[in-house]
């Protein structure tokens, strides 16, 4: 059973950055595709940034620039590193794995739909103040 678990989560100013962790456990093979995706109070879940195994990404269009996914495949575990925050910014940001996952989906416009994903983590809080 794959588990996922985040941290890095916390409370910043705005212009201030966070790098999120997802560690990743009973995984053993397959191509995969990992996310972050964060929701507001209110607000529907929105998809961030994605990442599969051989590194090809996608981003939400407005944090390109802003928020990087990267991975460590020998510590099983993707990093969201977020820079610029910003009030709008706050929510709960939950890591997500889809296992096996289509080579194409960083490629397709599927890769940061939530019910593409199967595995989930309980979340980490960002709060970003002004």
């Known amino acids: 059973q794959v588990q996922l678990l985040e941290s890095g989560g916390g409370s910043v100013q705005s212009g201030g950055s966070l790098r999120l962790s997802c560690a990743t456990s009973g995984y053993t093979y397959g191509f995969y595709c990992m996310a972050w995706f964060r929701q507001a109070p209110g607000k529907e879940r929105e998809g961030v940034a994605a990442i599969d195994r051989t590194g090809n990404r996608n981003y939400r269009a407005s944090m390109k620039g802003r928020f990087t996914i990267s991975q460590d495949n020998a510590k099983n575990t993707v990093y969201l590193q977020m820079n610029s925050l910003q009030p709008e910014d706050t929510a709960m940001y939950y890591c997500?794995?889809?296992?096996?996952?289509?080579?194409?989906?960083?490629?397709?416009?599927?890769?940061?739909?939530?019910?593409?994903?199967?595995?989930w983590g309980p979340g980490t809080q960002v709060t970003v103040s002004s």
């Open positions: 997500a794995a889809d296992i096996p996952c289509g080579e194409n989906r960083m490629r397709s416009g599927q890769a940061l739909a939530p019910s593409m994903y199967n595995y």
